[in-house]
């Protein structure tokens, strides 16, 4: 069983910064894959940023690159997401994922909520213009 606990997020005004928090703990070998998902009312859960904790490797959505950045610490098993220059459209619900990939398969799922077993509680942010 991985549990995942998320803390941060908030609200913040347009071009501001937020950063979120995600420790996993429980049986971890089974996991390689960390990251944010987010959802806002009426759409479909939408990947954020992910990260491979056995490397460097990391993924990003279009839309969030270059303002956010995803890293790993391996000493407490902690996933953080900074966002800077947020906008109104960075509003939503993020979620906390993670799973195991083969390092092939991540290349073209990484973005998929269906492929990720375990989900933090989800916290919200909210950018006000």
């Known amino acids: 069983q991985v549990h995942l606990v998320q803390s941060g997020g908030g609200s913040v005004q347009e071009g ?3 950063r979120l928090s995600c420790a996993a703990s429980g049986n971890l070998a089974n996991v390689n894959l960390m990251g944010w998902f987010r959802q806002s009312p009426g759409k479909e859960r939408e ?3 992910i990260i491979y904790t056995r490397g460097s490797n990391s993924f ?3 839309s969030v690159k270059g303002r ?3 890293s790993h610490d ?3 098993n902690t996933v953080y997401l900074q966002m800077n220059s947020l906008k109104p459209d960075d509003t939503a619900m993020y979620y906390c994922a993670a ?3 083969g390092i092939l398969t991540m290349e073209r799922r990484w973005g998929r909520p269906e ?3 375990h989900w933090g509680q ?3 942010v909210t950018v006000s213009s």
Do not use: P, R
């Open 122 to 124: 989800g916290t919200q």
């Open 115 to 117: 492929d990720y077993k």
């Open 68 to 70: 956010f950045t995803i």
């Open 16 to 18: 501001g910064s937020l």
């Open 99 to 101: 799973d195991w990939m």
């Open 47 to 49: 990947a954020v940023a």
């Open 74 to 76: 391996n000493n407490d």
């Open 60 to 62: 990003y959505s279009d």
